[in-house]
């Protein structure tokens, strides 16, 4: 009997440990059971206060991307998991009139792990007609050091190693040029320290060239990342993830631009 006790103990223990673990993870990063309570806490943050709200946005009277039908891969960056839900591609559809596609899990990584990695999603998106496909350089793949692997010489799906960064972006490009047929973007987040996300974005560049597909490349670019500390306050919740008004003042703006010059 008492040795039952100690287990019926050690298994509370553990189911508590993991509960708290869940918690602590929904709280800090917004995904799991606990998710909301991320919410809570960013939803205090000056940056995602009521004047940067979706509803706010109006219009733009004239845009290249009115119309357009746009689908965003990614996973708590293109989804918002520090500003309400509400990210950069909320705001594009809303400004420039053009439907968006938001399919986004946070914590997932581009390295095909389980069913709701970035190619197992991409193959769940059923628009038939797609005018431009922009995809997340995940931060989530430098954090948990998926392997880099290497560009192939193939251009087809099937002979890439999808347990690779590499071979995981490869894959997801071809599989969205073959499906819809459409300009193919990555975008990445801009300057933070890691150096595995750094590697990330040099591996990326040598697929640019390999497939000619267009990058929104946050990353390098050094005039967009001086800014000041009052303005990054504001603009980021952590290091990795935007408030609203980062996501609204800061990314759009940008990405805007590059989107448009590259498929001018």
């Not at 509370?12 to 990063?29: N, P």
């Not at 219009?59 to 990614?74: A, M, Q």
């Amino acid at each position: 009997m008492k040795g039952k006790k100690i287990i019926i103990v050690l298994g509370g223990l553990a189911a508590a440990a993991t509960a708290g673990w869940y918690a602590y993870c929904g709280y800090t990063w917004s995904w799991g059971p606990f998710a909301k309570l991320h919410n809570i806490k960013t939803a205090r943050h000056p940056g995602n206060s009521r004047e940067y709200d979706l509803k706010k946005v109006e219009e733009k009277t004239e845009s290249p991307l009115k119309g357009k039908n746009i689908v965003f891969l990614g996973s708590s960056v293109t989804y918002g998991a520090s500003s309400q839900g509400v990210s950069f591609v909320d705001y594009m559809g809303k400004q420039n009139g053009c439907k968006v596609i938001k399919e986004a899990v946070s914590g997932t990584t581009l390295v095909e792990d389980g069913k709701d990695s970035y190619i197992s999603r991409i193959k769940d998106i059923g628009e038939n007609q797609v005018d431009l496909f922009i995809c997340q350089l995940s931060t989530n793949d430098a954090t948990q050091k998926k392997p880099l692997g290497a560009v192939s010489a193939s251009a087809k799906a099937g002979d890439f190693d999808a347990h690779t960064v590499a071979g995981a972006m490869e894959y997801i490009i071809a599989y969205a040029k073959e499906r819809w047929n459409c300009p193919v973007m990555f975008y990445t987040n801009p300057e933070y320290d890691s150096k595995e996300y750094g590697e990330m974005v040099a591996l990326l560049q040598e697929i640019q060239r390999k497939w000619g597909i267009g990058v929104i490349d946050m990353w390098n670019d050094k005039a967009f990342n001086q800014i000041s500390d009052e303005e990054r306050s504001l603009y980021m919740a952590d290091s990795i993830h935007p408030t609203k008004a980062g996501y609204l003042e800061w990314w759009l703006p940008y990405m805007e631009e590059v989107i448009n010059g590259y498929c001018e």
